[in-house]
């Protein structure tokens, strides 16, 4: 393995947690790229329009990520306090529901973002106030 190809694969090697943040933030983005115009449509058809591009597949991408952390949650062993774990839970909740909604052509797109932002923070390493 050349050196310069050595510094590359250090370079990538991310913490889980980096990742988590890094997956997480380009989901937001894709998210808040088409939050406004899909929150400001009409309940329905106009919505169910709108899904039909690439919203879909971001809000589809959102949910299976929250899906995973919810199966990390879950997991025996998981190392986060109780108190840690039953807030993300019920954050999950509240995204598998949301999305299911936004999906029907209701719920807001703004409401998932703020969900993801605070925990975005969380990964790195920032307080978050509440809201």
Same mark, same amino acid.
């Given at each position: 393995?050349?050196?310069d190809a050595?510094?590359?694969?250090?370079?990538?090697?991310?913490?889980?947690?980096?990742m988590?943040?890094r997956i997480?933030?380009q989901?937001t983005?894709?998210l808040?790229?088409?939050?406004?115009?899909?929150?400001?449509a009409?309940?329905?058809p106009? %919505?169910?329009g709108i899904?039909?591009?690439?919203? %879909?597949s971001?809000?589809?991408?959102?949910?299976?990520?929250?899906?995973?952390?919810?199966?990390d949650?879950?997991t025996?062993?998981?190392e986060?306090?109780?108190?840690t %774990?039953a807030g993300?839970?019920s954050l999950?909740?509240?995204?598998? %529901?949301?999305?299911?909604?936004?999906?029907?052509?209701r719920?807001t797109?703004?409401?998932?973002?703020a969900v993801?932002?605070?925990?975005?923070?969380?990964l790195?390493?920032?307080t978050?106030?509440?809201a």
């Amino acid at each position: 393995m050349s050196l310069d190809a050595y510094k590359k694969s250090l370079k990538t090697t991310e913490t889980p947690r980096a990742m988590e943040r890094r997956i997480l933030t380009q989901i937001t983005s894709r998210l808040d790229a088409h939050q406004a115009e899909y929150d400001a449509a009409a309940e329905g058809p106009s %919505r169910l329009g709108i899904l039909a591009g690439p919203l %879909r597949s971001a809000v589809h991408d959102n949910v299976r990520l929250w899906l995973g952390f919810k199966a990390d949650l879950l997991t025996p062993g998981n190392e986060l306090p109780p108190e840690t %774990r039953a807030g993300l839970l019920s954050l999950a909740g509240f995204v598998e %529901r949301q999305s299911g909604q936004i999906m029907n052509g209701r719920g807001t797109i703004e409401s998932l973002i703020a969900v993801n932002k605070p925990i975005i923070q969380a990964l790195q390493g920032q307080t978050v106030e509440a809201a």
